[in-house]
T-cell receptor
Framework: GIQVEQSPPDLILQEGANSTLRCNFSDSVNNLQWFHQNPWGQLINLFY???GTKQNGRLSATTVATERYSLLYISSSQTTDSGVYFCAVDGNQGGKLIFGQGTELSVKP | DTAVSQTPKYLVTQMGNDKSIKCEQN?????MYWYKQDSKKFLKIMFSYNNKELIINETVPNRFSPKSPDKAHLNLHINSLELGDSAVYFC??????????????FGSGTRLTVV
């Protein structure tokens, strides 16, 4: 089955810093999503991005499907950005999402 | 309006009991899912239903039985609960057609603790 690897596993930032999170996947996919799990456990859908680039405020994401990776950029980080960021892909198995192990981000004031 | 709502949010119960978690979505999506998040935060699919029909059953023990009375609801019943069932269970929904550009929406999760 498809393997999804995220890096780095942990990241500590000072408020205001920028960061890039990476997601590598082992096969072609129909769907790629980035999620943020906040400290209260809620999973928030950030981007649906099987290819190309999207931006939403301070966050943007780029997926290069031919090279099987996706990047999530966080600019001017805030303490509310803390939590776990998951990348998940759908390998054409009836909508089943396969998750990476996540990047745990901690933004310090 | 909550798009995907699941109840209860917390569930503490003794080993051997039977419990249910309910999920409802008001997004008009065709497909609903149950995911399990373990203590290391790893998320894995358990089941998916498309228009009330089971399409994915990811080698989950028989003690777990999903039920979908209609395409807006997917409940999870767990028999004879074991300590290892302690986890956070997430319900989710998605439009299966590729025309929709927003993918999955998750509920807020049910933290199940078996004591």
């Amino acid at each position: 089955g498809i393997q999804v690897e995220q890096s780095p596993p942990d990241l500590i930032l000072q408020e205001g810093a920028n960061s890039t999170l990476r997601c590598n996947f082992s096969d072609s996919v129909n769907n790629l999503q980035w999620f943020h799990q906040n400290p209260w456990g809620q999973l928030i859908n950030l981007f649906y991005i099987p290819s190309g680039t999207k931006q939403n405020g301070r966050l943007s994401a780029t997926t290069v499907a031919t090279e099987r990776y996706s990047l999530l950029y966080i600019s001017s980080s805030q303490t509310t950005d803390s939590g776990v960021y998951f990348c998940a892909v759908d390998g054409n198995q009836g909508g089943k999402l396969i998750f990476g192990q996540g990047t745990e981000l901690s933004v310090k004031p | 309006d909550t798009a995907v709502s699941q109840t209860p949010k917390y569930l503490v119960t003794q080993m051997g009991n039977d419990k249910s978690i309910k999920c409802e979505q008001n997004l008009g999506h065709d497909t609903m899912y149950w995911y399990k998040q373990d203590s290391k935060k790893f998320l894995k699919i358990m089941f998916s239903y498309n228009n009330k029909e089971l399409i994915i059953n990811e080698t989950v023990p028989n003690r777990f039985s999903p039920k979908s009375p209609d395409k807006a609801h997917l409940n999870l019943h767990i028999n004879s609960l074991e300590l290892g069932d302690s986890a956070v269970y997430f319900c989710a929904s998605s439009p299966l057609t590729s025309a929709a550009n927003y993918g999955y929406t998750f509920g807020s999760g049910t933290r199940l603790t078996v004591v």
